[in-house]
């Protein structure tokens, strides 16, 4: 998505005016919101939009998301398991295909234009790995061994590249409930408490590491201030709570915030994935629907792209449990108003299903990539070409309108 120069001027405008005098005041006394204050108000790259990049984490199974029901090959393979017409709603471009009857919200968003899905996505040389592989998505890069990247996700490389602000990217893993920023529970939070409490008590008498700890706690402290400052009236109109919450809360404090990142579990069916999925999936689709509305009341909704992914998909067969094991390609799922919607990627076909698990056609840096030029409006290049890496970075089609 090309950006002119009128339109950057009006995001710059469209922040001063959403954080209003009282951002101005702190800036002047707060050396942190000075510094997003000024950054933002200097810099001319970039879109503003906002990218939230939604993990669904332990394997989600596309091929009971997104069904090639008339396929005869998958009804074979999945004989408890696949769904049946009944059991989704058709796509209106490709008939062939439904969206789980489970997921109406997405189901509306696709006939709406509003949902992409790009077919078959994973990485050279698949592992079936939980652990490995989300490190790959994460950190954006095939071999972590030795690897520059390792350690540093590639969103967090991306905001130090473009955009080196401190409230840049936020992981909801990490920062939390706002109301308890940096403490996962309260059992942890009283232990880093008594322990910095300790820290603090030597007085001068540190070590460089001790003195960087107690810095660290003290950045975390000021931080943890400021989004709660900023994120006390948030009140959502529904019932969802969590990851999706968390996300929203987030975005209401209008502090240039280019990325959010949640995950959201339980997607690992090895058993009995028909029960686990009429309670997940539909707990997905709401939790989703109310975050949507959250940023339409905000007024985010036209400048936001989620990014739905998983660390693989699942096999094409079903187990006698009856689940699906571990497989490779699986769908990444974007969505918003700026999206082109419908498939892209490779159509999954009869061979693709008579494989063990769907191969990959699509590499997962494309699409992040592709996010990230025609979405966010930076070079994807620093990010994900290191060490030598190289990938292909073709879609095969545009992902944005």
């Known amino acids: 998505m090309k950006e002119c120069s009128e339109c950057r001027t009006l995001s710059r405008r469209s922040f001063l005016t959403h954080a209003g005098y009282g951002l101005g005041a702190l800036a002047l006394m707060d050396p942190i919101l000075g510094t997003v204050a000024s950054t933002f108000g200097q810099t001319t790259r970039g879109t503003g939009n906002l990218l939230v990049l939604c993990e669904l984490n332990g394997g989600f199974d596309v091929l009971s998301f997104l069904a090639p029901y008339r396929n005869a090959v998958y009804q074979s393979r999945r004989p408890v398991l696949a769904l049946r017409e009944e059991n989704v709603?058709?796509?209106?471009?490709?008939?062939?295909?439904?969206?789980?009857?489970?997921?109406?919200?997405?189901?509306?968003?696709?006939?709406?234009?509003?949902?992409?899905?790009?077919?078959?996505?994973?990485?050279?040389?698949?592992?079936?790995?939980?652990?490995?592989?989300?490190?790959?998505?994460?950190?954006?890069?095939?071999?972590?061994?030795?690897?520059?990247?390792?350690?540093?996700?590639?969103?967090?490389?991306?905001?130090?590249?473009?955009?080196?602000e401190p409230f840049g990217v936020l992981d909801t893993r990490t920062i939390g409930d706002p109301g308890r920023y940096g403490y996962?529970?309260?059992?942890?939070?009283?232990?880093?408490?008594?322990?910095?409490?300790?820290?603090?008590?030597?007085?001068?008498?540190?070590?460089?590491?001790?003195?960087?700890?107690?810095?660290?706690?003290?950045?975390?402290?000021?931080?943890?201030?400021?989004?709660?400052?900023?994120t006390e009236d948030f009140t959502s109109s529904g019932d969802a709570r969590g990851q999706f919450y968390r996300a929203a809360q987030l975005a209401s404090a209008d502090l240039q915030t280019q990325i959010i990142k949640l995950t959201y579990g339980g997607f690992d069916t090895h058993g009995e994935q028909d029960t686990a999925h009429e309670r997940l999936f539909p707990e997905l689709n709401n939790h989703f629907a109310q975050f949507v509305a959250d940023l339409e009341a905000l007024g985010l909704w036209e400048r936001t792209c989620i990014c739905f992914y998983s660390e693989f998909g699942r096999r094409n067969e079903e187990n006698g449990s009856p689940g699906t094991d571990h497989g490779n390609g699986g769908h990444m799922i974007l969505a918003g108003p700026g999206v082109r919607g419908g498939l892209h990627g490779q159509n999954v076909t009869s061979a693709d299903l008579s494989a063990d698990s769907l191969?990959?056609?699509?590499?997962?840096?494309?699409?992040?990539?592709?996010?990230?030029?025609?979405?966010?409006?930076?070079?994807?290049?620093?990010?994900?070409?290191?060490?030598?890496?190289?990938?292909?970075?073709?879609?095969?089609s545009d992902l944005f309108a």
């Open 184 to 230: 996962p529970d309260r059992t942890y939070r009283g232990a880093a408490q008594e322990a910095f409490g300790r820290l603090a008590r030597l007085g001068k008498a540190r070590t460089e590491a001790q003195q960087a700890i107690a810095d660290a706690y003290d950045r975390i402290d000021v931080r943890g201030a400021q989004l709660r400052q900023h």
């Open 89 to 164: 709603l058709a796509l209106p471009d490709s008939t062939e295909y439904g969206i789980n009857a489970l997921f109406p919200f997405f189901g509306s968003l696709y006939a709406a234009g509003n949902l992409a899905v790009v077919q078959q996505v994973a990485y050279p040389d698949a592992n079936g790995s939980h652990f490995e592989s989300q490190e790959i998505y994460q950190y954006g890069v095939r071999n972590l061994k030795g690897s520059t990247a390792a350690g540093t996700t590639w969103y967090e490389r991306l905001r130090k590249t473009y955009f080196d």
């Open 359 to 396: 191969p990959y056609y699509v590499d997962f840096r494309a699409v992040f990539g592709s996010c990230i030029r025609d979405w966010l409006g930076f070079n994807p290049d620093p990010i994900f070409k290191l060490d030598g890496e190289t990938f292909d970075e073709q879609v095969g």
